[in-house]
């Protein structure tokens, strides 16, 4: 199935890692709502843990991007996946549709919305610094045209939730809450009426003042999910939920958690201590805890579950998922004891 994806035929397919009687069990164990995964796929340090080595060897980052997704889904823990290529340009409906040959009936796939109609300014390339304002900040109509439209139509039922994060804002918008939520609910409202009621659309922030009940309640007028977002700038996960109405017993939205970065880094400050990502560096085990209950909460009650972790997490987002998927398990059974 690799070849979907692939420039050059089968002679570069990848082969998944072999995996423990264990891990497959525990992959039997996972409730079918919760579905755990990763921030993308292409990594030679997932050697072993996802992927097969070639000719003795791990692949490279090139080759894994082109050829490694269908190795990666075959993994029993991976049921999802973060599209993040999209965040910095929107893909074809044939690209999408691509991606989606390549994974298992019941894989779907969490999709980051370009940052072209989240961030309000336009970045100088390489350093990130705000160059302008963005004309196409919040543009509905755009958004629809060529990421939401394409991306549903292309990963048909394997698609999950589209989430659209928003980096920092800044000031001048933070410093109205009221005001800024109803342009970013306003703007999910357009969304939400060119696309399938059953289509999940997230919405995540970097900023802490955000994270409240009115925000949540604004994101549901437009029918919109507020997705937790374990990042430094924000607040513990725990508290997000409670502060989303997330925990609550008779909500009824999904749980979408993106499990991005370690408390007290920076991403490239952890980025090079964690390099190649092929271990558990620092363990977070309070997050842990916490997505776990709310797994087990949300599955119990019928709500689905998407998490995805980064490699910035912990050090290795493949151990951070077997981990936490060990957790969920090991709940969900003290549940139904």
């Known amino acids: 199935m690799s070849s979907q994806l692939s420039l050059f035929g089968d002679a570069d397919a990848i082969d998944p890692a ?26 030679p340090g997932w050697t072993g843990l996802v992927f097969a080595p070639r000719n003795g060897k791990p692949a490279s980052e090139q080759l894994l991007a082109r050829h490694g ?13 973060s599209l993040d290529r999209t ?3 929107p893909l074809s ?3 999408f549709a691509a991606y989606a040959a390549a994974v298992p009936d019941g894989f779907r796939f969490v999709v980051k919305a370009p940052a072209a109609f989240t961030d309000p300014v336009l970045r100088k390339p390489g350093s990130g610094e705000a160059a302008r304002e963005n004309p196409s900040f919040l543009d509905a109509a755009a958004a629809a045209a060529t990421f939401v439209e394409p991306a549903l139509a292309g990963l048909g039922g394997k698609a999950g939730p589209l989430v659209f994060q928003f980096p920092p ?3 001048r918008l933070t410093a109205d809450v009221p005001r800024i939520t109803a342009r970013i609910a306003a703007f999910m409202a357009v969304l939400r009426g060119r696309t399938p009621r059953n289509a999940t659309l997230a919405v995540e922030v970097r900023d802490p003042e955000l994270a409240c009940p009115a925000f949540a309640a604004g994101l549901g007028d437009a029918a919109a999910v507020p997705c937790l977002a374990v990042h430094a700038r924000m607040p513990p996960v725990g508290e997000q939920a409670a502060a989303f109405g997330l925990d609550r017993a008779d909500c009824p939205l999904p749980i979408v958690a993106r499990w ?3 408390a007290g880094h920076r ?8 390099f190649p ?8 085990v309070p997050t842990r805890a916490a997505l776990a209950r709310l797994a087990v909460q949300a599955a119990g009650r019928g709500r689905e579950v998407f998490i995805t972790i980064n490699n910035k997490a912990e050090g290795s987002a493949p151990c951070s998922v077997a981990r936490l998927a060990a957790a969920i398990a090991a709940a969900s059974a003290g549940d139904e004891a």
């Open 18 to 43: 072999a995996v423990t009687d264990e891990v497959r069990q525990l992959g039997r164990d996972l409730p079918m709502a919760v579905h755990l995964g990763t921030s993308s796929w292409s990594f």
């Open 87 to 89: 965040f910095y340009a």
């Open 69 to 81: 997704l269908a190795a990666y889904a075959a993994h029993p823990l991976m049921r999802t996946v």
């Open 93 to 95: 409906r044939a690209e």
């Open 169 to 171: 804002l800044g000031r």
């Open 260 to 262: 991005n970065l370690h």
């Open 277 to 284: 990502f092929d271990r558990i560096v620092e363990e977070d």
């Open 267 to 274: 991403y490239e400050e952890a980025k090079q201590a964690y």
